[in-house]
């Protein structure tokens, strides 16, 4: 009798347990999904936002825009950390949640350069700002919250579900992106169909709003609520007391910067890489990436889960440490996949076509498309744009030129192979990673503590590495257009930042991380 009952709360408690988990986690993939976007649309929002003249320096604004949602996370966990120390894990991220989602939907909204000048990318910086603000205090109340309810040996476990939120934001915001240009055609997506993922995010939001709203506060919270004990001042607390300090930064620079760069190296650099270096057709490869972080994604979980058993500190640690040694076999092999001097073309196979169309606005639109075919299946299709503006017909503007190279099917799984095993590296390093955080601060000031190693390490470190690794493979590749031969693979420049701070990160953490919480006071 006495067994049955047990059973039954057992039961209970795992079904509060899951849908905590539930409600945590919806809320926490629609918002990396609204911040996710803007990312996943870098190339299309660069001409939308930026003046077309210089195509390269319009993508690194568009990635610095981006980056900017990064630099401002630990100002958000500071704010919002603060907040949910003082007043509750559950309404702080009901709050950050409206944030991004009202954030996002207005970014849908903004007028294009082309229609406001300047005043669209400020729009957009500032709406980056409030986005990055909002993630800033939702990732680290989601985790704080989840682990308040999991029971002790099983956090990892636990807390790795959202740790999925990420990479599954990222997969759905991909998802809706491929079916919206799919649905309305490419010119229509590259005119005004990219808005339509940024306006759908309000229904998601609303969505996840309601099922937050019936969510109780963390019990470990609501103990110390009542028992008078919490924090009056987290901030102080947190990184006025030595001891502390001393905690959080060793989080920072032994765990959570290189964790930053692995997943942003693998997660997005990847993509812009292979769209970018490797210019490979827009669906393909969005696809290969959505195939790759599907198969990974289930890996968040067997490491969070391993990592109750084994430590989270070697799990962490593998992963930077492959990361470091093979980073540069990695994506030489990626751009060789698609390094057009290398294969064989078939020149009597080549095509032309041209197409003119007449745009909203009366202007022409010439596209020049020729495609190439090579002995391997790879099929190359440059394509020149040139438009004739309406009010004067005989002045055509300078022609935009893009190439996009369609993989075939041996060399789209092997590219998806290696992009998987970036991702898994994602996966190691950031399956264990909030309950290691979460087990190292006592509850009274947890969100505050947690949140800001966390945000400086992904949001500066991590949200950075797109465009400084960006911005290096431009510097080696003038420096090889001014001094031929001065850079040996300029495309694989940009790897040395990723490198070099996992590199760091993975020497402090083997010298002085615990593989075991620093703090037991709950």
């Known amino acids: ?51 077309k003249d210089n195509p390269t320096a319009a993508l690194l604004s568009t990635l610095a825009t981006f980056a900017a949602g990064f630099v401002v996370r630990p100002f958000g966990a500071l704010v919002f950390g603060r907040l949910g120390d003082l007043v509750g894990r559950k309404y702080t991220f009901l709050v950050t949640l409206v944030l991004m989602g009202g954030s996002t939907f207005a970014i849908g909204l903004v007028p294009g350069y082309a229609t406001i000048g300047f005043w669209a990318p400020l729009l957009v910086l500032l709406l980056r700002l409030i986005q990055g603000l909002a993630l800033g205090g939702e990732y680290g109340g989601a985790a704080t919250y989840v682990a308040e309810y999991a029971p002790e040996g099983r956090r990892g476990y636990y807390t790795s579900f959202i740790q999925t939120t990420a990479t599954l934001g990222l997969f759905v915001s991909l998802g809706v992106i491929l079916i ?35 969510m109780a506060e963390s019990p470990l919270f609501s103990k110390l ?36 760069v692995i997943w942003y190296t693998g997660q997005f650099y990847a993509l812009s890489f292979i769209q970018k270096a490797c210019n490979i057709e827009f669906v393909q490869s969005n696809s290969i990436v959505a195939v790759a972080l599907l198969a990974a994604t289930p890996f968040f979980v067997i490491f969070g889960g391993l990592s109750d058993r084994i430590g989270r500190k070697p799990i962490m640690l593998a992963g930077m440490l492959l990361g470091i040694l093979t980073y540069r076999p990695i994506y030489e092999k990626m751009y060789n996949l698609a390094d057009l001097t290398t294969k064989q073309e078939f020149s009597d196979a080549r095509t032309i076509n041209r197409k003119l169309t007449k745009q909203p606005n009366g202007d022409l639109l010439m596209t020049v498309t020729t495609a190439h075919f090579y002995a391997d299946g790879l099929v190359a299709k440059d394509i020149e744009r040139t438009v004739t503006p309406n009010a004067t017909p005989n002045s055509p503007a300078k022609p935009e030129r893009t190439k996009a190279i369609t993989l075939p099917s041996a060399s789209f799984w092997l590219m998806t192979v290696l992009i998987f095993l970036q991702v898994l590296y994602v996966t190691m390093v950031y399956g264990p990673i909030a309950a290691f955080l979460v087990e190292l601060f006592p509850t009274r000031i947890r969100y505050t503590s947690m949140s800001l190693p966390y945000h400086i390490g992904n949001g500066i470190f991590g949200g950075l590495t797109p465009f400084i690794a960006t911005a290096l493979v431009a510097t080696a590749t003038k420096a090889n257009e001014l001094t031929p031969g001065s850079v040996d693979k300029p495309y694989l420049e940009g790897l040395w930042y990723p490198i070099l701070v996992a590199g760091v990160c993975f020497v402090i953490g083997v010298l002085y991380l615990n593989n075991k919480s620093e703090s037991a006071n709950e």
């Open 225 to 260: 609520k009542t028992e008078g004990k919490i924090s009056k001042n987290p901030l102080a607390e947190s990184f006025g007391k030595k001891q502390n300090l001393k905690v959080v930064l060793l989080a920072l620079f032994g765990a959570t910067a290189g964790q930053g």
């Open 180 to 214: 919206t240009r799919e649905s309305l055609g490419v010119d229509a997506f590259a005119d005004w169909g990219w808005r339509v993922p940024f306006i759908l995010s309000i229904l998601l939001v609303g969505v996840s709003i309601i099922i937050r709203m019936r």
């Open 1 to 51: 009798m006495v067994g049955n009952k047990a059973k039954a709360q057992q039961a209970i408690s795992n079904r509060t347990l899951f849908s905590v988990i539930s409600a945590s986690s919806v809320g926490t993939l629609i918002e990396w999904y609204d911040f996710y976007i803007f990312g996943s649309l870098a190339a299309i929002l660069s001409s939308q936002f930026f003046p």
